[in-house]
């Protein structure tokens, strides 16, 4: 069969809505555009109804109870309001606030934000494999931390946090844990009471669900967490986050949410076989090949490879017929390496050549094979180019190698 182009390869910045959601999604669309907040008649009762059936499918998706889930815009509006919905509610216990250097901008910024206001923030570093340290994570809790705020997996390279252990540590001291669950909700089993989480932040277009929707899980007993609102209003959504509820976004959610339940065993296992396959061809007829982050706790779904000696940009431009990206779709309008790579230690080098392939629903077999061909061939093509590449393989080690200054 002949293979569409361009192919994507770049689930993890979004994904595709699925048919069966927008399907889900078309009558509050049309004719039942009531307002969910209208209880007077039965337009609004439609819309409310809907919200709630939704309410119910991501909370089954979480093993969290439906009145626990607040919607918002999106994940980075659910980041926002978990972090500083929490450092104002919890203000007088404290002003301590401990995440991860590799957290996604939508933390990293709400937390620079956070320190401008007076609050102390612990970015804890990860190892060469992407992971945070416990004992690390143990020691940097005093008595005025408030929230530890870690993702559940990483963006760029997949990597799956120790989040039953982090929820463990922080039960036991006392301290909220809050989970961007962004990339791992519908991919993994996520579950809130196992995990101890006390917030979890989950977005509709990274499920094959529409854009501009999101949900945070708010924990409603032991303990029981409150948060201070972003946005005030007609104290929609608990008081928490007001404003008209985006129903037929909302009923794309949950529909998302329920097909993620009922498929996601069988879809990790065939994604992961592919990635797999992408990975052993690419390792085999390449050298100098490296995979940032560690394979062993990883989405199934994600490839993120450094190719030595081949320029990052001139790569893409070579694979221009299929859609992948260096770094993340949310910084990559800057030439800067990754700042994810360069926490794991990467040298510039390798966090320049780097690329994240990221599988998903839509994608064949037919197109894995495509995709690892191309990639060879550029990459063959663009290493015959290189000098550094050929004084490589007759030996020299380039290390030592001392550059004359112009």
């Known amino acids: 069969m002949a293979i569409k182009l361009p192919i994507y390869m770049d689930y993890h910045a979004?994904?595709?809505?699925?048919?069966?959601?927008?399907?889900?999604?078309?009558?509050?669309?049309?004719?039942?555009?009531?307002?969910?907040?209208?209880?007077?008649?039965?337009?609004g009762w439609e819309a409310e109804e809907a919200v709630e059936t939704a309410r119910?499918?991501?909370?089954?998706?979480?093993g969290a109870n439906a009145k626990e889930?607040?919607?918002?815009?999106?994940?980075?509006?659910?980041?926002?309001?978990?972090l500083k919905g929490v450092a104002e509610m919890y203000a007088e216990r404290g002003n301590h606030i401990i995440t991860a250097a590799t957290e996604h901008k939508a933390i990293l910024d709400t937390c620079k934000r956070l320190e401008k206001h007076g609050c102390r923030v612990t970015y804890l570093p990860v190892t060469a494999s992407g992971l945070i340290d416990l004992d690390m994570l143990r020691e940097s809790i005093t008595d005025k931390t408030i929230l530890v705020s870690i993702m559940y997996a990483n963006n760029e390279i997949g990597v799956i946090q120790p989040v039953a252990e982090i929820?463990?540590?922080c039960k036991q001291k006392g301290v909220l844990f809050h989970c961007d669950g962004v990339q791992a909700v519908g991919k993994v089993p996520v579950n809130v009471i196992q995990d101890n989480i006390d917030l979890l932040s989950l977005s509709g277009h990274k499920i094959y669900g529409p854009k501009g929707v999101g949900a945070l899980y708010v924990r409603r007993r032991n303990p029981r967490v409150q948060v201070t609102a972003l946005m005030d209003g007609g104290g929609h959504e608990r008081g928490m986050r007001s404003g008209t509820l985006n129903v037929p976004g909302i009923a794309g959610l949950g529909e998302a949410c329920a097909l993620c339940r009922k498929e996601m065993a069988e879809e990790s296992a065939r994604l992961g076989a592919l990635r797999d396959k992408l990975k052993d061809r690419l390792a085999a007829s390449l050298d100098e090949v490296y995979i940032n982050g560690t394979m062993e706790s990883r989405l199934p779904n994600n490839l993120n490879i450094s190719f030595a000696f081949v320029e990052g940009e001139s790569l893409l431009m070579g694979i221009n017929d299929i859609a992948v990206s260096s770094g993340s779709a949310c910084t990559s309008a800057t030439l800067e390496p990754?700042?994810?790579?360069?926490?794991?230690g990467a040298g510039d080098d390798i966090a320049h050549s780097s690329i994240r392939f990221g599988l998903g629903r839509f994608t064949t077999e037919e197109e894995v094979d495509y995709v690892a061909d191309k990639v060879i061939d550029v990459v063959r093509k663009l290493r015959e180019l290189s000098p550094l590449y050929e004084m490589f393989k007759e030996g020299v080690d380039l290390s030592k190698v001392q550059w004359a200054a112009h």
């Open 14 to 43: 979004t994904t595709p809505l699925d048919p069966r959601v927008l399907d889900a999604m078309m009558p509050y669309l049309t004719t039942k555009f009531g307002n969910a907040a209208s209880r007077n008649h039965s337009f």
């Open 56 to 62: 119910k499918q991501i909370a089954d998706l979480i």
């Open 69 to 82: 889930i607040i919607f918002t815009s999106g994940a980075t509006e659910s980041n926002n309001l978990a």
């Open 167 to 169: 929820g463990k540590i």
């Open 338 to 344: 990754s700042y994810v790579l360069k926490a794991l």
